[in-house]
């Protein structure tokens, strides 16, 4: 890479090396797969567990998903931040948009203790924002659709009183818009360390 | 019509990539750098020297899992001289298609 360049030569390295560092995403598809296999394993243990008449019918593992998550997450985040080799921009959006959403989630969840009604169906209606934020800002369109279904699941929950149709409408928003996209966003990190 | 002159410290290839891959990224480091520019490591550490020199660039030594590790962000200056840059380029470009 020594030679004098053209201006087309010049303009067509521009664009490659901005297309190269633009999508030098850090890894995210680890957090889908595990908030949605820890929240899915959650909302089937809250649902088995809905005639125990203890903790467990009343958000235990909620509690524990939510405790375990936050953990594992901020280990994970403070090894990927060691091992990252660029600082991109929409990095820090994407950490925005989420750090938002879990300020926002907690809140409610706290105003929604004190009134005791059940947070599900709101914070599955929250959930929507940064998934669908965070598809559009990846241009990752598995994602996107995840965010719409976390709508359409949380308009579900919110109108429907039947328990079953409830659990099924969260657990397919989870499958759908957390585990599955999570999977195809493996691949395509896995894919562009290998390219 | 009279073009403006390219900017010698970027026109040449290493650093033009260098630069375009820091345009759009809060900073990168030596290996990513390393990585996407296909760049011998003297040579790379040479051009980024280079680009400091000129003030295009703020260069980070530290430490990472007990490594050296060089952090490279562009500055305000290599900002608006890449821009002056492309806009240079573009009139070229422009001329040369009329």
């Not at chain 1, 997450?73 to 921009?89: C, D, H, L, M, T």
């Amino acid at each position: 890479m020594e030679q004098e360049l053209t201006p087309s030569e010049s303009l067509k390295l521009i664009e490659t090396m901005i297309g190269q560092a633009k999508s030098s995403f850090s890894r995210m598809s680890f957090y889908f797969l595990m908030w949605g296999v820890l929240l899915l394993a959650a909302m089937v243990t809250t649902y088995m567990m809905r005639d125990a008449g203890d903790a467990w019918a009343h958000g235990a593992a909620w509690g524990v998903a939510g405790a375990l998550g936050g953990i594992i997450s901020s280990i994970y985040g403070f090894r990927q931040g060691k091992k990252e080799q660029v600082a991109n921009p929409m990095d820090r959006v994407v950490g925005w948009i989420w750090g938002a959403f879990v300020i926002t989630m907690l809140l409610m969840m706290f105003a929604f203790a004190g009134t005791g009604r059940d947070p599900g169906a709101a914070i599955t209606l929250l959930t929507a924002m940064p998934t669908f934020l965070t598809g559009q800002v990846m241009r990752f369109r598995p994602l996107i659709f995840g965010g719409l279904l976390f709508w359409l699941s949380g308009m579900v929950m919110f109108y429907s009183g039947n328990d079953t149709v409830i659990v099924s409408a969260y657990c397919i928003a989870m499958v759908f818009g957390y585990i599955v996209p999570g999977i195809l966003l493996k691949r395509q990190e896995d894919g562009l360390r290998t390219a | 019509m009279a073009f403006a002159p390219l900017d010698p410290v970027l026109h040449n290839q290493l650093r033009l990539a260098i630069v375009s891959l820091l345009v759009s990224v809060d900073s990168a480091d030596f290996n990513f750098l390393l990585e996407k520019t296909g760049a011998t490591r003297g040579n790379l550490s040479v051009q980024i020297t280079k680009l400091k020199d000129a003030g295009y660039l703020t260069v980070k030594k530290t430490f990472k899992d007990n490594y050296p590790n060089t952090r490279c962000s562009l500055s305000a200056k290599g900002l608006k001289s890449f821009e002056a840059y492309v806009q240079a380029i573009k009139e070229y470009l422009g001329s040369a298609e009329s």
